[in-house]
């Protein structure tokens, strides 16, 4: 494919239909020049894990080398599958220079939500996966880095810099964006979205903090229904966002009314409360095709 500006790298869940199914059918609402690499495939549901293969490096330093780069403006990345192929993509990134993606949208996929630790068992060699990060990003600085961690990574991360997890049980607004800034600061991004920091039985909260601690909370009707798969559309749906020239604010505002768009047509669907992420209705499809009309409750 010439002229590509959005590569999509991450695994492949066929029972669940998340990472990169979900990662294309809504980062294509903003670029059909997508190019996509596998990096593991998964065996989950919602409320259960039971396996994780990683591909082979070398098979994964191939398909990185199969891609033009040269017109690659957003990576978005979600599950690695291990940390030798987060190496080799960081490798690629450097080896790139001036000509490396403008933006790169990182989803962790580190813990799912159905319990599993999405690395593979060389994981283990690795004390502290956050510091880690923070020192392979060290000398990325031709691209911005956006993390997207759910509430339990963006937990993890904060204790890993010795930023104690007992302060957010009721911890305010302003609390966690300080300390959203000091990750920010320790990992050398460009910006940070905590998804669902704030769960109740009425709402579910997003948290944006940019590099000069300005925040905003987003906010959504919680759904009754099976959300597996969203963290990864939510994410991709900015990246895509990044490819049309908005600002990433501007992406992550686009990106939050699509998904409560989604996630409020599938709680009337005939799909039995799961958002159907592969199969937008007509409706849903005509709104994010047109990129607009949008309101502030999803409708």
């Not at 033009?68 to 987060?86: C, D, R, Y």
């Not at 690629?92 to 159905?114: C, E, F, N, Q, Y």
């Not at 919680?222 to 020239?245: E, M, N, P």
């Amino acid at each position: 494919m010439s002229n590509t500006r959005l590569v999509i790298v991450g695994g492949f869940d066929p029972s669940a239909g998340a990472g990169v199914l979900s990662d294309y059918t809504f980062a294509k609402v903003w670029t059909e020049n997508i190019e996509s690499i596998l990096t593991c495939t998964t065996l989950q549901r919602a409320n259960s894990f039971q396996s994780l293969r990683a591909l082979p490096t070398d098979d994964f330093q191939a398909s990185l080398n199969w891609v033009e780069w040269e017109h690659t403006q957003v990576l978005k990345t979600g599950a690695m599958g291990s940390f030798e192929n987060l190496e080799a993509l960081c490798e690629k990134l450097r080896s790139l220079g001036a000509i490396a993606p403008r933006w790169w949208i990182l989803d962790p996929v580190r813990l799912a939500t159905s319990g599993g630790i999405l690395m593979h068992d060389s994981a283990a060699s690795k004390p502290n996966y956050w510091k880690y990060l923070a020192s392979i990003f060290a000398d990325l600085n031709t691209t911005h880095i956006v993390l997207t961690p759910n509430r339990s990574e963006g937990l993890e991360m904060m204790k890993s810099f010795n930023l104690s997890r007992s302060d957010m049980r009721q911890a305010s607004l302003e609390r966690w964006s300080e300390l959203a800034l000091q990750c920010i600061k320790a990992l050398n991004l460009k910006g940070l979205l905590i998804k669902s920091f704030r769960v109740s039985d009425e709402s579910i909260e997003d948290l944006w903090v940019d590099p000069k601690g300005e925040y905003r909370s987003y906010s959504q009707t919680r759904r009754q229904v099976d959300a597996h798969g969203t963290g990864c559309a939510y994410a991709s749906s900015i990246a895509g966002a990044l490819t049309s020239k908005l600002a990433i604010e501007d992406s992550i505002e686009q990106a939050h009314r699509m998904m409560q768009k989604a996630l409020k047509e599938s709680e009337s669907s005939t799909h039995k409360g799961r958002v159907n992420l592969q199969q937008p209705s007509p409706t849903l499809r005509n709104r994010i095709n047109t990129k607009a009309g949008w309101s502030e409750d999803g409708g």
